[in-house]
């Protein structure tokens, strides 16, 4: 059940910008180099994810939980 808060949902990984992004149903977004697989980013979103983001025009586009669209771009 998506509504069960013991379990933590993921994102299927996208490619930004040579990082492999995923988001998770409790909030983390996490950023790793493509090449070498290592953590490059770890940052908190307001009410979690369930819908992998969407990149357009080298910004990344995510949903939160409760509807909010967050735009992010490094």
């Not at 998770?24 to 979103?45: P, R």
């Amino acid at each position: 059940d998506i509504k069960n808060k013991d379990t933590v949902y993921w994102t299927p990984p996208i490619l930004a910008n040579s990082e492999v992004v995923v988001v998770n149903s409790i909030g983390n977004l996490l950023k790793f180099n493509s090449n070498t697989g290592a953590l490059s980013e770890k940052m908190q979103i307001e009410n979690g994810v369930y819908i992998p983001p969407l990149i357009v025009e080298g910004k990344m586009y995510l949903t939160s939980n409760n509807g909010n669209i967050i735009q992010y771009s490094k």
